[in-house]
Every structure is written in C-alpha cells, then in structure tokens.
C-alpha cells in the first residue's frame, strides 16, 4: 500500500515538474520559448512596464516619456484596461506598443489549461477591442509558465517577452535612488528593463510606483550618460516573433556583422538617433561612371559607402505582410534617413572630398524617386558574390527565411545604386548648398 501511495506520490509530483517547472526554466535559464534581452549589437536599451494602466501613475509615466520622445512597451492586465481605457487609447496614439498581463495577474502555476488560455484570451481581446489593434506580446505574470502559457505563439498566437534584470521597484522598500541605481548598476546593450507602473498586483506595495515615476527621469538621464539610446518597442517585437534558432542564427551573424564593420571602418551615421544607415570611405575602382547631373566618378575618387541597419530590415520584414509593403516601407526608412547623409557630407570635414554615396541592394524598385541611379554590378564575379551574399543575409533576417527566397529568388538581383554629393545635398539638405 506504502509502494502505491509512494508511486502516486512520484506522479503527481513530476506531472507538477512537467507542467510547471521545464517551461519556467527553459525560457528563464535558457531563453527557449520567449526573450529576455536583444542582441548587442547597439548600444541601446528597451523600457518596458508591467501591471498597469493605473490611473493616477500611467498619465506620469506616459508625459515623461512624451518629454523624452522614448516609445516604450506597456504589458497590461485585462481588469486594468476595462477601468482606464482612455490611457490605453493614449498610449496607441502616442507610439508605444501594449503588451498582454494576463487578466488579473494571476500566476500560471495555479491555473489548469483552460484557465490559462481564457487568462490570455481574454486579455488580449480587450486590448483589441479598445485600440482596434491586435496585441502580439505577452509577459507571464511573476515571470511564471506552464505548459500551455509557454506555448502562447502556437495557441493563442502571442509571443513572451521576459526581461534582463528587474529592480525591484514595486516592493515596500523601494526608492527612486534605489531603482535607478539598480539600473546604474546593470545596464547593458540589448537590455530589456521592466518597471511597474501600478500596484494593482498581489504583494505590490501601494507606493512604489509614486517611487518609479520619481526614478524614471534619473533613469532616462542615467542611460544617455552613459552613451545608450532607447530602442523602439518595435524591435522588440521582432525580435519576439523568431524562433530561437532564428534568433541564435542573426546573433551569431551580429558578432560576424560587428567584426567586419570593425575592420572595414563602417560608422554609424548618428550614434544616439534612428537612421537606416552606416558610412564607410571608399575609393572608387570601376570604370568612369558618368551621373544623369553630369558628375562623373573616375577611377580613385572617393565615394560613401551606404550599409543599410539589418536589424532594421528585421523589423520591417517582420511587419509588412507581402514583398511590396516590405519594399514601400524600405523606401520610407531610405527617405527618412537621407537627410542625416546629407547634413554629415555637408557637414563633417572627413567627408567633404565625398564625390557621391552608393549602395548595393536587391530592394531597389522605387530608388530612382530618392535620386539614385540605378545600375547593374560589374564585373561578373562581383556581381556573382554580391547576389550570394545579399540572399543570405535576407535569409539570415527575414523572418521567413528559406521559404521566402524559394518563393521570389527570380526577383532577387542585387543592383548598385548611385546619387552625386550634389544631388543629395541639392533634395535632402537644402541650407548647405553652399558647401557643395
């Protein structure tokens, strides 16, 4: 009898083991099922907040953010969407994403399956019905999964977003110095920072987050100190939706990215600003290339070499639902970013000899309304290499990888595009003309 009661004893206990402890520990040990941080490939950090919206500390949070311009991801209990839904709509018009908190926080370890699924589900379709937007990332509350919360991307179509460090700002003893010294203390590249913006969950201390809207300022002061800028939530979500070999995969091609920028001088334009592009000085190698405003490159001239951000293309491809919004969204990002090209050629004495900027792409339909003009890669080994690499560094960073360069390889021809120092600084950069 002792045997039997022992091997139900056993059982259960594993079952326990299974449906609660494996999934907590493969996505908070070995980040297998979710995330806890982005690559460090920049010097950027991402802010994120639990528990909320409340109703007198979220306004707070939301203006010095608006002060700020930092966009950050709100993961959000249903109950508290249901009270404070004007703030839900104002974070949606003010650029920030909102994640999923569950319901009502409860932790997955005391829910059955369908108790957990309807915790998600519900949640989620609250948040669509206030902003019309479907939510994609989901924070288990507590940081606490089981079996059916940590396979959410296949049964609820949600992606779990953890976090790099915590900081302990919704216990009894926090204060603004302490929770920005936690930061101080371990801010790192990629680092997902979570803060809490209500004390509407169990074990919250009514007061902290008084303390978190005090921190926030030192905290936002601390980061730009020490020479990190903020990161879109966007990303975030990009980063979410990959599988972990996916992600392993663009991380190892991060370190290989970081190397060669290293060696081959490439420079970010604007350290502490989104732009599409780095820079590096080339010479000029090919035959004469006369330009449609009658620039001519000779043989030895120097030229700026355009790098598009592949993490960039990562959150555009992740987002755009077929190839030719993936196109028109590139195009926007080029446009948007042509401008910092032209001020640092106007600008920046280093550049100043600059005779045109070129690139190599084969996303180049619509180039020739930004200026640039577009011609074929020479000689055929170049040509050869070049489109070998292009395909798989798409395939390294869209999110459908393989399948997608199987479906549209035919229309996969790398081209080189060209715009005269001139011409740029002409439509991009119109009060240093005088510096051409």
């Known amino acids: 009898m002792s045997n039997k009661i022992s091997f139900i004893t056993y059982g259960i206990l594993f079952a326990i083991a299974v449906y609660n402890l494996l999934p907590t520990m493969l996505i908070r040990i070995f980040s297998i099922g979710g995330i806890q941080r982005l690559p460090r490939v920049k010097k950027e950090v991402f802010i994120t907040f639990d528990d909320g919206p409340d109703p007198v500390y979220t306004p707070k949070v939301l203006d010095i953010l608006k002060q700020n311009n930092i966009k950050a991801a709100f993961f959000v209990t249903g109950k508290n969407v249901q009270e404070n839904i004007n703030i839900i709509k104002r974070m949606v018009d003010e650029g920030h994403i909102i994640g999923i908190h569950g319901m009502k926080h409860q932790p997955a370890w005391l829910m059955d399956p369908f108790s957990t699924v309807k915790e998600v589900r519900s949640a989620a379709k609250l948040v669509y019905t206030v902003t019309g937007k479907q939510p994609v990332l989901y924070r288990a509350p507590w940081g606490l999964y089981n079996l059916v ?12 977003v953890l976090w790099t460090f915590m900081c302990w700002d919704w216990t009894n003893r926090c204060t603004a110095s302490s929770i920005a ?42 980061i730009k100190q020490q020479g990190y800028r903020f990161g879109s939530p966007k990303t975030v979500e990009s980063w979410a939706r990959l599988g972990s070999c996916k992600r392993i995969t663009i991380g190892i091609w991060g370190v290989w990215e970081k190397l060669f920028a290293f060696f081959a001088g490439i420079k970010p334009l604007a350290e502490h600003s989104e732009t599409a592009f780095s820079l590096a000085l080339r010479r000029y190698r090919g035959k004469p290339l006369s330009l449609p405003d009658g620039t001519l490159i000779k043989p030895g001239d120097l030229l700026g070499e355009l790098h598009f951000d592949n993490h960039l293309l990562l959150n555009i491809t992740s987002q755009a639902p077929g190839p030719e919004r993936v196109a028109a969204s590139l195009l926007r990002s080029v446009k948007k970013s042509l401008p910092q090209v032209a001020a640092v ?10 005779k045109a900027v070129y690139g190599i792409t084969m996303i180049h339909r619509g180039a020739g309304f930004l200026g640039f003009s577009i011609y074929d890669i020479y000689p055929a080994f170049l040509r050869i290499l070049t489109t070998w690499y292009q395909r798989w560094l798409l395939i390294v960073f869209h999110p459908n990888g393989l399948s997608h360069f199987i479906k549209h390889r035919t229309k996969m021809v790398p081209k080189m595009l060209f715009m005269s120092r001139k011409q740029l600084i002409q439509l991009y950069c119109k009060k240093q003309r005088a510096a051409i």
């Open 149 to 160: 919360n940590f396979l959410t991307p296949w049964i609820t179509g949600h992606f779990s």
């Open 181 to 222: 010294g936690y930061v101080k203390r371990r801010l790192r590249s990629g680092a997902i920072i979570v803060l809490h913006d209500s004390a509407s969950a169990f074990c919250s201390c009514k007061n902290a987050p008084k303390e978190v809207v005090k921190a926030l300022p030192l905290i936002i002061n601390e």
């Open 345 to 354: 050629l106007a600008r920046d004495p280093k550049y100043r000899q600059v």
